[in-house]
């Protein structure tokens, strides 16, 4: 089955600097990759994603690249600001209904 | 956009007692429900994919006879934690996939106590 590896756990920047964030994936066939930004007790909240047709992707700061060659994607987020602190996730989408599988997370640190 | 409501949103029970979650897709049809599980500091965990009018199908690890699912219609899935105890205290998501372009939508989460 399919699974998603997330690096690093965590990621400590200084406020203005960007962050990147790394997920590989196993199953070729996964073909929908979402990022999801978790604040504690919350449910998860999309802020962006890709399709396995696509090479990259912005909105705005974040930005989502992806190489289905090497099974891999990462989000990037540029100009960093306090409000960016959370738990990050990504995901592969795979399997017939769709499942979304899930990276460890990255805890963002903005430093001020 | 598509909302799922989620209930109860915080809960404690007594260790031995059955508890049910409910999700309810406001204005859309959620063919499909997902389930998840999600410890402190960890990542979601899927426990089971519910599809309305079958059973779900359950991830490996996850007791069937103690997480019953339920998904009768195309608009409520419920999780029914069966004989709780303090292990099973966790945050449990549910998610729904939304038409065929891949998006999908959470409840709110349901933090469960078992003392």
């Known amino acids: 089955g399919e699974n998603v590896e997330q690096h690093p756990s965590t990621l400590s920047v200084q406020e203005g600097d960007s962050a990147v964030i790394k997920c590989t994936y196993s199953?070729?066939?996964?073909?929908?990759f979402p990022w999801y930004k978790q604040e504690l007790g919350k449910r998860p909240q999309l802020i962006i994603d890709?399709?396995?047709n696509v090479g990259e992707k912005k909105d705005q700061r974040i930005a989502v690249t992806l190489n289905k060659t090497a099974k891999h994607f990462s989000l990037h987020i540029t100009e960093t600001q306090p409000e960016d602190s959370a738990v990050y996730f990504c995901?592969?989408?795979?399997?017939?209904?769709?499942?979304?599988?899930w990276g460890a997370g990255t805890k963002l640190i903005i430093k001020p | 956009g598509a909302v799922v409501s989620q209930h109860p949103s915080r809960v404690i029970c007594k260790s031995g007692t059955s508890v049910k979650i409910e999700c309810r897709s406001l204005?859309?049809?959620?063919?499909?429900m997902f389930w998840y599980r999600q410890f402190p500091k960890q990542s979601l965990m899927l426990m089971a994919t519910?599809?309305?009018?079958?059973?779900?199908?359950?991830e490996q690890g996850v007791e069937k006879d103690k997480f019953l699912i339920n998904h009768a219609s195309l608009t409520l899935s419920t999780l029914t934690v069966t004989s709780a105890h303090p292990e099973d205290s966790s945050f449990y998501i549910c998610?729904?996939?939304?038409?065929?372009?891949?998006?999908?939508?959470f409840g709110s989460g349901t933090r469960l106590t078992v003392v």
């Open positions: 998610s729904a996939r939304v038409g065929f372009d891949y998006g999908y939508t």
């Open positions: 204005d859309f049809q959620a063919t499909t």
């Open positions: 519910s599809n309305e009018g079958s059973k779900a199908t359950y």
């Open positions: 199953d070729s066939a996964s073909n929908y």
């Open positions: 890709i399709r396995s």
């Open positions: 995901a592969a989408s795979t399997g017939s209904n769709y499942q979304l599988i």
